[in-house]
C-alpha cells in the first residue's frame, strides 16, 4: 500500500475515532454504562460513599459491593445503604439515586464501646465552653480557696488533644460557693466573668479584675455585641427566609461551618419551595417545609433542604413579646458538633448524636454524668464528660472529674 494511502487512512481513523471516543468517556463519565440484559446502554447515578474511619464495608439493599471509600455506579432508583465496621454503630440510610447525578453518603462511625481517659483527677465543677468552641474553664474547690482552671481541647500540631490543664486564678471559698457561682464568657473568648464577687478575668495574662461597679456596663457590652453578631448573621440570609425566622421561630443556632441552622419554631409558617437554586447531588431525604409551632428543625442554608429533628411542648408566651419562653429547653437540648452534620443532646445518664436530618440517632455514651456536661472537642474525635465511674452521681460534688470519651 503506498504511503499516500496510508497516511489517508490514518487521518480518516483519527478523523471518526478521536470524536467519537471523546463522546464515549463524556457519556461514560456522566454515569452510562452497557446494560447487557437489555442490549442498551443505560444512564446510571454515582454513589460516592466515605467514612470516618475508612475500610467499612458498603452493602447496598442487604448486598456486600464495595469497602469504603469508593465509588459506585447505580441505575436510578431508592436504595438501602449501610457502612458496616467491627467494633462500630452501623450506618443506614435510604437514598435516591438519580440518573447522571452524584450522590455523597458521608458516615461518620461511632465505636460500639468507647474508651474513656481521665482528664483531671482532683476534681472538677461548673465546666463551661468558650463560644469559639475552643477552650474550657473549671472550678475546682479547696479548703480555703476555690481554682480556675482553663483547658484547651484543640488540636495540636501534632495530632496530639490531650493537654493538660492551666490555673488562671485562685478565689476565696467565702464569695464562690458551689451551689450559686456563675461562670461567662465573654462573645470574643478571651474573658470570663464571674459570680458572685464580680470577678472579670482576662485569659491571655490570668489578670483579675474585680469590677462590681462595672459588671452591669460589662455584662450589657457583651450583649449587645452578641446581638449585633446573630444581626449580621441573619442578614445574610435570603430575605423571605429571614422573615419566617425573625417572625416564627427562636433560638437560632448555626452550625460551627454556619452553612446550617438549628432552631425552633414558635408558630405555624411554611417556607416556599425554592428559596435559592437547588443543587445537584442535593439531599434526598424527606424534609418538613411546614412548620408547626415546637417543632425543632434544621435548615441546611447550601441546599435549601428543612429537616424536623424533633418536637417540644412550648411553654406560654411571654406578655410582652407573645412568644414562648424558650430559654430553659432551647431546641429541647440539641447541640452542634463539630462536624456541623450533626447534633447532640444530653440526658440523665445518656448522650446522643445524630445527624442533622434526624437520621442516625447514636448512644455514643451511656452512664453517671454530672451537670449534664458533655462537650466535643473541636477535631469531632473525642467528647468531655464529668462524671465519677466510682459512685453513681447525684450531684457535683469534688470527686466528679472530667473525662475524654474516645469517638474515633
Known amino acids: 500500500m503506498p504511503a499516500t494511502t496510508r497516511r489517508l487512512l490514518l487521518f480518516l481513523t483519527s478523523l471518526i475515532f478521536v470524536p467519537i471516543s471523546t463522546v464515549l468517556v463524556i457519556f461514560f463519565a456522566r454515569g452510562y454504562r452497557p446494560d447487557f440484559s437489555t442490549g442498551q446502554i443505560q444512564p446510571t447515578g454515582i454513589l460516592v460513599a466515605h467514612s470516618y474511619p475508612d475500610g467499612a464495608q458498603v452493602y447496598v439493599n442487604s448486598q456486600l459491593k464495595s469497602a469504603t471509600n469508593t465509588t459506585l455506579n447505580l441505575p436510578p432508583g431508592l436504595y438501602q445503604v449501610e457502612i458496616r465496621k ?11 439515586i438519580e440518573a447522571e447525578i452524584v450522590t455523597r453518603s458521608t458516615a461518620v462511625l461511632f465505636p460500639t464501646v468507647p474508651t474513656l481517659k481521665a482528664v483531671t483527677t482532683s476534681g472538677a465543677t461548673g465546666v463551661t465552653a468558650s463560644p469559639d468552641d475552643t477552650r474550657v474553664v473549671f472550678l475546682r474547690r479547696g479548703v480555703n480557696q476555690t481554682q480556675l482552671y482553663i483547658l484547651d481541647i484543640t488540636e495540636s500540631p501534632l495530632g496530639l488533644i490531650s493537654r493538660e490543664a492551666r490555673l488562671l486564678t485562685n478565689l476565696p471559698n467565702s464569695e464562690i460557693k458551689t451551689e450559686n457561682y456563675e461562670l461567662r464568657w465573654s462573645p470574643d473568648s478571651r474573658q470570663i466573668f464571674i459570680t458572685p464577687g464580680n470577678y472579670l478575668i482576662t485569659i491571655s495574662d490570668s489578670q483579675t479584675t474585680p469590677i462590681t461597679a ?15 453578631r446573630e444581626a449580621d448573621r441573619l442578614n445574610s440570609l435570603q430575605p423571605v427566609l429571614r422573615n419566617i425566622l425573625a417572625t416564627a421561630s427562636a433560638s437560632l443556632s448555626w452550625s460551627p461551618r454556619e452553612n446550617k ?11 416556599s419551595e425554592s428559596i435559592k437554586r437547588p443543587l445537584p447531588g442535593s439531599s434526598t431525604q424527606p424534609q418538613n417545609r411546614l412548620l408547626n409551632p415546637g417543632g425543632v428543625y434544621v435548615y441546611d442554608i447550601e441546599e435549601d433542604r428543612n429537616f424536623l429533628i424533633d418536637t417540644i411542648i412550648l411553654p406560654p408566651p ?26 447532640v443532646k444530653v440526658t440523665t445518664g445518656k448522650v446522643t448524636i445524630i445527624e442533622y436530618d434526624g ?42 472529674n472530667l473525662y475524654a470519651v474516645n469517638l474515633r
Open 318 to 343: 411571654s406578655a410582652k413579646t407573645k412568644k414562648p419562653i424558650l430559654s430553659e429547653i432551647s431546641n429541647n437540648g440539641w447541640f452542634w458538633f463539630p462536624t456541623s452534620s450533626h447534633l
Open 261 to 271: 441552622l438549628l432552631y425552633t419554631a414558635t408558630a405555624s409558617a411554611s417556607l
Open 359 to 400: 437520621q442516625n440517632p447514636t448512644e455514643v455514651y451511656a452512664g453517671p454524668l454530672y451537670e449534664n456536661t458533655a462537650i466535643p472537642y473541636p477535631s469531632a474525635k473525642q467528647l468531655l464528660i464529668l462524671t465519677d465511674l466510682t459512685t453513681t452521681p447525684t450531684m457535683a460534688t469534688a470527686s466528679a
Open 86 to 96: 467491627d467494633g462500630f454503630f452501623t450506618w443506614k440510610k435510604n437514598v435516591t
Open 214 to 228: 462595672n459588671a452591669g456596663i460589662v455584662l450589657n457590652d457583651w450583649n449587645q455585641r452578641q446581638k449585633n
